[in-house]
């Protein structure tokens, strides 16, 4: 599976940017998937996940701010990311993995993407 993210820029704080991925080489219709963050001098955190029955997790820094969706005929997964804050700064990774129980330590990803929010 290679997953290839985009949308990533500069923001204000306040603002707002929808990343996106795109997956080749398998289906993710029964996929969990997800995105990762990781901010300069921090470890790798999740940020929002998703699994094939519509469930999803979120990190608490960003509930009810950050979207996570798909579109499985594209094989598309979104991050919609609302009110940002100069915290939410980071590489911010794709990620597919296959049972939800292991959703933290997923089996792809993604480039990453930068997204950097100016205070």
């Known amino acids: 599976v290679q997953l290839q993210a985009s949308g990533g820029g500069l923001v204000q704080a306040g603002g707002s940017l929808r990343l996106s991925c795109v997956a080749s080489?398998?289906?993710?219709?029964?996929?969990?998937m997800g995105w990762f963050r990781q901010a300069p001098g921090k470890q790798r955190e999740l940020v929002a996940v998703?699994?094939?029955?519509?469930?999803?997790n979120y990190a608490d820094s960003v509930k009810g701010r950050f979207t996570i969706s798909r579109d499985t005929n594209q094989k598309m997964v979104y991050l919609q990311m609302n009110t940002l804050k100069p915290e939410d700064t980071a590489v911010y990774y794709c990620?597919?993995?296959?049972?939800?129980?292991?959703?933290?330590?997923?089996?792809?990803w993604g480039q990453g993407t930068q997204v950097t929010v100016s205070s």
């Open positions: 990620t597919y993995g296959s049972t939800w129980s292991n959703r933290r330590n997923p089996h792809y």
């Open positions: 080489g398998s289906s993710i219709n029964y996929a969990v």
């Open positions: 998703e699994g094939s029955g519509g469930i999803t």
